[in-house]
């Protein structure tokens, strides 16, 4: 069974800008849930979809935005890019509550 | 709001087991979780252990959760080089409205 992709691997944005980061979770999963990592503060929960529905949202501007699908891919976007949003944007699949698996994630560079 | 407490660092010798530790303040919580973050990658769950367990163990990997003291430790037998990475300590925060609450990481180092 194919892990969870994400797309793109590396992105390289100037301040100002919009970006897009997209999720496939593992075939059969629904929850997909959204993470920020950075050196400063490591992993900072974003937001979780569950058959299409915002389920939770972590404590982020609302800069930053998600959906959902009907085949469960996610997407999630940054608007108006700040250099502080440059971070691993990591996505974590699951179907039920007790194991979560991690995509490789999507470095954001932002200058 | 709940934390999830690691230590920094780790360093053992190639062959001895590591120990690496966390704990956690919420008392409600349901999983707690040991992530593999290797560099350049993102989390691999490595094992995860219910709350009403006290122990338990997966071929060179050992959870133990001692929940009055909410402490949950990784031990790793016959560490290997392979093995060196950040080890990251998570929570399912059934109080909350995260899905997981992750410690810093601890940053093992084997040195051959």
């Known amino acids: 069974k194919a892990g969870v992709t994400q797309t793109p691997r590396y992105l390289i944005k100037t301040r100002g800008q919009q970006v897009t980061l997209s999720c496939s979770p593992i075939?059969?999963?629904?929850?997909v849930s959204w993470y920020q990592q950075t050196p400063g503060q490591g992993l900072q929960f974003l937001f979780e979809?569950?058959?299409?529905?915002?389920?939770n949202k972590g404590n982020f501007p609302g800069r930053f935005s998600g959906r959902q699908f009907s085949n469960s891919r996610s997407e999630m976007n940054v608007s108006t890019l700040e250099l502080g949003d440059s971070a691993l944007y990591l996505c974590?699949?699951?179907?039920?509550?007790?194991?979560?698996?991690f995509g490789p994630g999507t470095r954001l560079t932002v200058t | 709001g709940e934390d999830v407490e690691q230590s920094l660092f780790l360093s053992v010798r190639e062959g001895d087991s590591s120990v690496i530790n966390c704990t956690y303040t919420?008392?409600?919580?349901?999983?707690l979780y040991w992530y593999k973050q290797e560099p350049g990658a993102g989390l691999q769950l490595l094992t995860y252990?219910?709350?009403?367990?006290d122990m338990k163990q997966d071929q060179r990997l050992t959870v133990l959760l001692n929940k009055k003291d909410k402490h949950l430790s990784l031990r790793i037998a016959d560490t290997q080089t392979g093995d060196s990475a950040i080890y990251f300590c998570?929570?399912?925060?059934?109080?909350?409205?995260?899905?997981?609450?992750f410690g810093k990481g601890t940053r093992l180092s084997v040195i051959a």
């Open positions: 974590a699949s699951s179907w039920g509550q007790a194991e979560q698996y």
């Open positions: 075939s059969g999963h629904r929850s």
């Open positions: 979809y569950f058959s299409e529905t915002q389920r």
């Open positions: 919420d008392s409600s919580s349901t999983y």
């Open positions: 252990i219910f709350s009403n367990m």
């Open positions: 998570a929570e399912f925060w059934s109080s909350g409205n995260t899905p997981l609450v």
